[in-house]
């Protein structure tokens, strides 16, 4: 059996683990305090390693701002396509949609299978990518947010610098964030995870052999098997994950990358779950709304909960089966045509009935025409 098969097949075991703990793990706060030990703790700690361990290279600096044009472009793309899949413009549920579309939450769906297939080097990339998306999902989503907001409750433009501030000190003191800055100035010195204390080097160390395990049980216990109320989300998701491969596919064809683990990363890191971040901006919104007593609400927190819970298990196996592939999809065309078949699956549906509801439209013209016409009345 192949390697990366083996590979694969013991990282779903481990999620199917997470799954079978659900019934003892089932509390709110048990999945919680999980996340808090993976984000804050064990994924910290892995960037850390693989941040100490690479070369630090200018070019490598480009990676956050081509991650903010792609939030940008998926944004663009969201706003234009919703609703020829069947979600209304200007509606909360297009507004939510909007938030989360362009949103990665790359810690949970991708680094740890970015570790386990490809290495450090492959995450410390991924890490410094992140940093582009960091921006989108803490402030220019923020800014999207309570712009709909002052929109929608009809309050004029208001200042919130105050705000804006915050969660900008909020995007240095985030763990993450504070151990690629901490990294990077110590790569700058010419150090790395040799240059350290054994006792501080061991500790990191163990708590970055942590990270995969824990991930993959959580995502197990997040999993969620309800076809009929998914299916919808489902459908916008395959064509989130469509537009991003082809995306990525114009990027390897035009990009000359360096390595296969390269261009991987940049087929797998835009397939990333949607991120929590842009759903706390709109819970905050709705604490707004409620304190003002409206019943016109600006997003629809019960869909943004569960395109988050969806996405999750979603782009978790959509990355296995590409890294299960070993590398089929280091070169263009193979990565064109699964993001051409992503894209078409949910939209074959719309346009059989764009096609049906034209000819209805037709045939009611027609006959309409017809009984109207004076040779009819003459008759």
Known sequence: MPIAIQKTLSLLLMILLGYLLRSKLNKDEHRKGMKVVILDLALPAMIFVALMGVELDSDLLLLPLAILCWNGFMLAASYFTLPFMGIDRHSPQHRTWMMLFPSLAPGLSCFPFLIEYLGDDALAWGALADVGNKVYVLLIAYLLAMTWYYKVQKMGEQSNGDKIKQLLLAMIKEPINMVIIAALILLAFGLNMASLPNFLGE??????????????????????????QIQSIFSLLLFRAGLSLLISGLVISLVDLPSTAAILVAIVFPLSSASFWPFAHMSAVHQLESHRETNTHTFDLGLGINILAVSLPFSTLLILGIFSAGETFSKPSPVFILG??????????????????????????KSHDFKDSPSQERG
């Open 203 to 228: 500790s990191i160390t163990m708590l970055k052999n942590i990270m995969t395990p824990l991930v993959l049980l959580f995502i197990g216990m997040s999993v969620i098997l309800k076809w009929k």
């Open 340 to 365: 051409s078949i992503l894209l078409l699956l949910p939209l074959i549906p719309r346009i059989f009935s764009w096609i049906k509801d034209q000819e209805m439209d037709f045939s009611f013209l």
